[in-house]
């Protein structure tokens, strides 16, 4: 069975979630949650799917200029990693 693609159901998903570029932390969060929950849905449309590609591409720019993940040097991760406490069980 082949899925087709409803413009008129995407257009009125944009209307609800009214995705844009993320500019706040609160943009972040909110997005973050709608993506968060088509993570996890099952059995996603074609048009949601769309959606939460929007959304992880938005996402991941927000995070790329707002959490930048510094490069580290192979020893530097593994002195970390040994000169982390660990938590007692």
């Known amino acids: 069975m082949i899925l087709t693609f409803d413009g008129a159901a995407y257009s009125y998903l944009l209307a ?12 972040y969060d909110r997005l973050l949650a709608v993506a968060e929950r088509l993570t996890f849905a099952k059995n996603l449309t074609p048009e949601e799917r769309a959606l939460y590609k929007l959304l992880v591409t938005l996402i991941e720019v927000y995070e790329r200029e707002n959490y930048p993940i510094d490069k580290s040097e ?3 991760i593994l002195q970390h990693i040994v000169t982390t ?3 007692n069980r």
């Open 16 to 27: 609800e979630i009214a995705p844009r570029a993320i500019e706040t932390e609160e943009e």
């Open 74 to 76: 192979p020893h530097e």
């Open 85 to 87: 406490p660990t938590v």
